[in-house]
């Protein structure tokens, strides 16, 4: 349908299916199916499921976060923006990061 317009189907070689990995497909693109590839083809399709949790890989958008000024590794809970938007609230400082602002750190 045309409300599902952000639908995309991503293709990942099997050994970038961990559920880490998966997860973090989640959050650049919520509406994704994974399809797992195996010797060029796909052996499984997954819908990606959006974490309660997201920690380590993504930025808080706050500058003066105690993430983004000592070795501490982010910890989010991920909230509703909207009907089907998700956001990022940051567990030490409680900003939000909107998943435009998202910035994969590794
Ligand atoms: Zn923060």
Known sequence: SKRMGSKAIIK???????????????????????????????TEKRAVTIPETIRGFVRCANPKCITNNEPVETSFQVVRDGEQEIALRCRYCEKITHRQQIEIVK
């Open 12 to 42: 990942i070689n099997d050994r970038f299916c961990r559920q880490e990995e998966i997860n973090r497909i989640a959050i650049v693109a919520p509406m994704a199916k994974v399809n797992i590839i195996k010797n060029f083809k796909v």
